[in-house]
């Protein structure tokens, strides 16, 4: 167990459709990534948030928005699905705002996205 | 642009057989280098990384990794292969922008086979 929680763990909706995916990182962790997993684009960086404000941005789209609360959670928010955007969201945490030696991204179960 | 090649989809190994999964990068700078394994619906777990000084990494469950800046290369061993080793191995180079970008590999599967 990394403690990053993920929920939901699975979700099905359809296309055209607006959810929400919720993060909340370890205990201590200021730091929050986005991941995207798909069998075509394989394991992506979509954006990351340091103490609610966002420090790195990836390849995440318009239709993409996410934001991290004052209690450090966070949500990815997709807007407009599309069937391509089915996939296994991570989120991961991290101490730090950049990467050191000390430092590590640890990683939630995901959140299985169908869209139908 | 920065990339990783990992040029291996899927690897078997018999139990108890030594493993090398092969990663190379393109970077324009010293990369930060990462190797991650992902157990069948587990999230990512970090086995070793490179930030600099000794290119010759340990990490853990046994696994070490050697950084070659001449061929670009960071490559994955281990000299005993458990048959719970079986799981999705993915490289990953990223770098410090004021945050942290990381970028992956496709990812090599490993079968163990007994």
Same mark, same amino acid.
């Given at each position: 167990d990394s403690g990053v929680t993920q929920t939901p763990k699975h979700l099905i909706t359809a296309t055209g459709q607006r959810v929400t995916l919720r993060c909340s990182p370890r205990s201590g962790d200021l730091s929050v990534y986005w991941y995207q997993q798909s069998l075509d684009q394989g394991l992506q960086f979509l954006i990351q948030y340091y103490n609610g404000e966002e420090r790195a941005k990836g390849n995440? *789209? =318009?239709?993409f928005s996410a934001q991290q609360f004052p209690d450090l959670h966070s949500e990815l928010n997709l807007s407009s *699905? =599309?069937?391509?955007?089915?996939a296994l969201y991570f989120c991961a945490s991290s101490a730090d705002p950049g990467q050191g030696p000390g430092d590590t991204q640890y990683f939630g179960p995901g959140t299985r996205l169908t869209v139908l | 642009a920065q990339s990783v090649t990992q040029p291996d989809i899927h690897i078997t190994v018999s139990e108890g057989a030594s493993l090398e999964l092969r990663c190379n990068y393109s970077y324009g700078a010293t990369p930060y280098l990462f190797w991650y394994v992902q157990s069948p619906g587990q999230g990512l777990q970090l086995l070793l990384k490179y930030f600099?000084?000794?290119t010759l990494v340990q990490g853990i469950k046994g696994f070490e990794a050697e950084f070659k800046r001449s061929q670009s290369s960071f490559n994955l061993r281990k000299p005993s292969v458990h048959w719970s080793d079986a799981a999705e191995y993915f490289c990953a180079v990223g770098r410090n922008t004021g945050g942290f970008k990381t970028i992956f590999g496709a990812g090599t599967r490993l079968f163990v086979k007994a």
């Open positions: 995440i *789209l =318009e239709r *699905l =599309e069937l391509g955007d089915s | 600099s000084g000794d």
